[in-house]
């Protein structure tokens, strides 16, 4: 008995060094700076980095070493990865989560390649099930992986204002999955509202719908009326890339992600 209890022991104190030293290695990441090369890579290919707080810049280095730690960056159909993909890539995903506790826990693969890739997509119609070939330029699957085009994550990282960011897009769907299902309600901050946040989406969401139906221009893409998850992904997108345009448009989304994500881009010089 004396002995099982030692096991036992063992087992928690093992158990327990390996949660603190993981935590250790959390907090070094997080706290330690990018050096004046990374952070000229990253100003080169983000530049919307640029425009952030000095405190938020100080906050998304330590983003991107436990990203980069976290992440094995794979490349596809003879893509040869290099440190200014892993940099823009991760500067990009991090700009997301910067300034709150979301954390892309499940993550551990990003797949490039060097352009469009091909997908099959599967459809459920009842019983019936399809199978399509389809072209894209990322995907994220449900716990990871993301999959990214780096000519477009590339394009959509230097083009900060055009409202369309591939990388934004993929990681917007990977915070939406942290609350168990990709259906455009991710786990929101504390003192949000579920039922604010599902009031204000829908009605933006069934508004998006009517507008596209007839060929009204919105200032988010048309592609949100694809579903909420899309109709989510999208809005992030253009919340950083063309703020004052969703905020005059649709201030309360704008509202519910500003308190989403803690961040007010709108304000950034």
């Known amino acids: 008995m004396l002995i099982f209890f030692a096991i036992l022991l063992l087992i928690a104190a093992a158990l327990g060094y390996r949660y603190w030293s993981k935590k250790q290695t959390r907090r070094a990441l997080l706290d330690t700076p990018l050096s004046d090369a990374q952070h000229k890579t990253i100003e080169d290919l983000v530049p919307i980095v ?37 940099l823009s890539i991760a500067a990009q995903a991090c700009l ?12 551990t693969t990003v797949l490039i390649y060097p352009n469009a890739f091909k997908s099959r997509q599967r459809r459920h119609s009842g019983y019936v099930v399809t199978e399509q070939e389809v072209v894209r330029t990322g995907e994220s699957w449900d716990r990871g992986p993301v999959i990214l085009s780096w000519a477009h994550s590339r394009q959509g990282g230097l083009n900060d204002h055009d409202g369309h960011n591939v990388v934004f897009h993929e990681f917007a769907h990977q915070i939406d999955d942290l609350s168990g299902r990709t259906n455009g309600v991710p786990i929101l901050s504390e003192g ?23 060929g009204h221009q919105t200032v988010i893409d048309p592609y949100g009326a694809e579903g909420h998850e899309e109709f989510f992904a999208v809005s992030v997108e253009v919340f950083f890339e063309r703020p004052q345009a969703l905020k005059s448009d649709v201030p309360e989304v704008y509202e519910q992600l500003s308190k989403l994500f803690r961040l007010d881009p709108v304000g950034w010089i």
Do not use: I
């Not at 604010?196 to 829908?202: A, G, K, Q």
């Open 50 to 86: 640029r425009r952030m707080p000095p405190e938020l810049r100080a906050g998304l280095d330590g983003k991107v070493n436990l990203f980069l730690d976290q992440v094995d960056f794979v490349g596809c159909d003879g893509l040869d990865v290099t440190e200014d993909m892993r």
């Open 96 to 107: 997301l989560v910067v300034n709150s506790e979301l954390w892309y826990d499940n993550l």
């Open 192 to 214: 949000q509202s579920f039922a604010e946040w599902e009031r204000v989406f829908l009605t933006a969401y069934e508004a998006h719908l009517r507008a596209v139906e007839t």
